[in-house]
């Protein structure tokens, strides 16, 4: 079983920056990729970004290329989301996901909210 405890979320003016934290604990996720998620109100959940088990590759959704940066530290098995040059179109309760061999997500956080004001 895995935990993973998503924090930093909070309000921010539109062009400012937030470093988002997923924390894990259960059992260590240096094995896995890990994604970050969110869901804007009304909208489906979206892939935002994704991170190699050594972080060495990295892959994001076309809106967020050069704002947002996945990383990792495998030894504290936390994985980050620095989110730069925010816009109101970023607001979303953003979400940590653990994904499998299968290209699937089997652990998610609870989320942490991120409001961008204009």
């Known amino acids: 079983q895995v935990q993973l405890v998503e924090s930093g979320g909070g309000l921010v003016q539109a062009g400012g920056s937030l470093r988002l934290s997923c924390a894990a604990s259960?059992?260590?996720?240096?094995?896995?990729?890990m994604g970050w998620f969110r869901r804007a109100p009304g909208k489906e959940r979206e892939f935002v970004a994704r991170?190699?088990?050594?972080?060495?590759?990295?892959y994001y959704t076309d809106s967020v290329k050069g704002r947002f940066t996945i990383s990792r530290d495998n030894a504290k098995n936390t994985v980050y989301l620095q989110m730069s040059s925010l816009k109101p179109e970023d607001t979303a309760v953003y979400y940590c996901?653990?994904?499998?061999?299968?290209?699937?997500?089997?652990?998610w956080g609870q989320g942490t909210q991120v409001t961008v004001s204009s």
């Open positions: 991170i190699s088990r050594s972080g060495g590759s990295t």
């Open positions: 259960g059992r260590p996720i240096r094995n896995y990729d």
């Open positions: 996901a653990r994904r499998t061999v299968n290209s699937d997500y089997d652990y």
